[in-house]
């Protein structure tokens, strides 16, 4: 058949290749990622038997050991060697076979497993250390350049790194990662990335400032193709509470961040580990200290978050004076928890509220059951002193219970009943919100704790909390955080129904 005729009966549909769709390139990407996790754990968990086969080869003194099962151990399977009980001469034994092959592969691999193993205290981790700096010439150019750059074999450990990931303009912290070769799968979870997390901590728990905060929150939230947190150390599961809370909360021991700043802390820590209010057990792990700043953030919150549903339904009336009221002890940080409990209607505005971003904050609240209640009507609980205090938004009396009494409403629940939270002779004290019932409720908490309220007429210094900026209400002059403040400058208390929010 001629030129021509072949060309006459071509079909150029069979050139047309179809372009991939994003959600196709997203699963070819998650694909690539497990089999390059993959290849990590087959040089970085190596199989038992090969691990054991090389330690029997040790105690005889034999030195032909094939090179690939030395590359597996190097980079694997050292700390096997270092647990046995004569581990101090398999380690000692293994590191000469690898130092005499005079080896590139093997020290890299050497170089590996000491990444993956490195603990600021461990002789093992030193002793790696030590010959890695001693013999770093073997090493591939490459890897050279990453332990100038990054500090790999400087101490103390990860301190560098730890930097380059805060401080660097030339990469993120996830790039600085990877570019120090340690950003996949296993060795993102070892020892010497963790290092360089816990130095990262402590240079944050000293001290915030704006572009490190930035860069750290980012490898926080950096995600997968399959959408999970990439940094272990953080990970809403498995990940290290305590040092992140470390690094979060502890410049804000004593003094409060700007509200930008504590509003994206609280709801990180919200959403990743939970609301500590109601996840205890989750929480047991952070630092006293650093629940207690959060404590402190969330019992504001709650405050907030009541006034905030009853602007937006317009049902301040009622409340106004009772807010004014338990704003003197919530301004002066006498309440040390609180816990707001919605009514029905109200429960579902506070989530829409939530939903649409007019609530930045996601922490949790109660519920009432519908029972002899108005749906919006709901309810605040505050432990001031030694003692719980119960007030409601709209018809209700106020209700305190002592420490001692085991009838007082818990806190942080998931639900209530009303006639529970009504009952009376539950409470060792009881007001109705007629007269001068600010006075009586005043002097019955003075009496109790030695708090003194807003009518005590005595001068107040709020412990040691620099709080956050704060704005007049054009229409009754109460300092408000400026969120609470509609386009008029008008505070909810007042009736402000647009609030501001960032």
């Not at 005499?100 to 050497?110: D, F, H, I, N, Y």
């Not at 750059?149 to 930097?163: F, N, Q, R, S, T």
């Not at 700043?261 to 200290?289: H, T, Y």
Request: glycine share 8%; hydrophobic share 35%; with cysteine.
């Amino acid at each position: 058949m001629s030129l021509r005729a072949r060309l006459s009966t071509f079909n150029p549909a069979q050139l047309r290749v179809s372009r991939p769709t994003g959600n196709s390139v997203e699963k070819a990407l998650v694909r690539i990622e497990r089999q390059a996790e993959g290849l990590d754990a087959k040089l970085l968990e190596p199989p038992r038997e090969v691990v054991e086969e090389v330690a029997r080869a040790l105690r005889k003194n034999d030195t032909q050991i094939p090179r690939k099962s030395l590359k597996l151990v190097a980079a694997g399977g050292i700390q096997y060697l270092a647990d046995q009980e004569d581990g101090q001469n398999l380690v000692e034994r293994f590191i000469q076979l690898v130092v005499a092959s005079g080896s590139t592969l093997l020290m890299k691999s050497l170089l590996l497993g000491y990444l993956r193993i490195a603990s600021s205290d461990s002789s093992l981790t030193e002793a790696l250390r030590n010959i890695l700096t001693r013999r770093k010439d073997f090493l591939p150019d490459r890897w050279l350049k990453r332990i100038e750059k990054y500090e790999l074999l400087d101490k103390p450990l990860g301190l560098g790194l730890a930097k380059l990931m805060l401080f660097s303009e030339e990469e993120s912290a996830i790039q600085a990662l990877e570019n120090a070769g340690i950003k996949r799968g296993l060795m993102l979870g070892g020892g010497f990335s963790k290092e360089a997390f816990s130095s990262m901590a402590a240079i944050l728990s000293s001290g915030h400032k704006e572009e490190a905060l930035e860069k750290f929150f980012a490898l926080l939230e950096e995600l997968n193709a399959v959408g999970e947190p990439i940094y272990p150390f953080t990970h809403p599961q498995t990940g290290d509470i305590g040092t992140t809370c470390s690094a979060l909360l502890r410049p804000y021991l004593q003094e409060n961040p700007p509200e930008p700043i504590k509003e994206r802390i609280e709801n990180f820590l919200l959403a990743r580990f939970g609301d500590p209010r109601v996840n205890r057990m989750r929480w047991s792990k952070v630092g006293e200290e650093e629940v207690g700043v959060l404590s402190r953030w969330l019992t504001q919150q709650s405050f907030e978050l009541l006034m905030q549903v009853l602007s937006s339904t317009n049902n301040t009336g009622q409340w106004k004076d009772r807010a004014k009221f338990w704003g003197h002890y919530i301004k002066h940080q006498f309440v040390s928890e609180a816990w707001v409990v919605f009514g029905p209607d109200a429960y579902r505005q506070a989530n829409r509220l939530v939903r649409e971003g007019e609530i930045k904050s996601r922490g949790a609240f109660g519920v009432l059951e519908r029972e002899n209640i108005q749906p919006i009507h709901s309810a605040i609980l505050m432990r001031i002193g030694k003692l719980i205090v119960s007030e409601w938004t709209h018809d209700g009396k106020i209700r305190i219970y002592t420490e001692g009494n085991s009838r007082k409403p818990k806190l942080y629940s998931s639900r209530y009943y009303p006639s529970d939270m009504r009952d009376d002779s539950a409470a060792d004290f009881v007001k109705v919100h007629l007269g001068d019932w600010e006075w009586d409720v005043d002097t019955y908490i003075y009496r109790s704790t030695q708090i003194p309220g807003p009518r005590r007429g005595i001068p107040v210094t709020t412990p040691q909390i620099v709080r956050a900026a704060q704005s007049l209400c054009a229409n009754c002059g109460q300092e408000v955080p400026p969120r609470w403040l509609d386009a008029r400058g008008v505070c909810l208390s007042c009736g402000g129904g647009n609030v501001r929010t960032r």
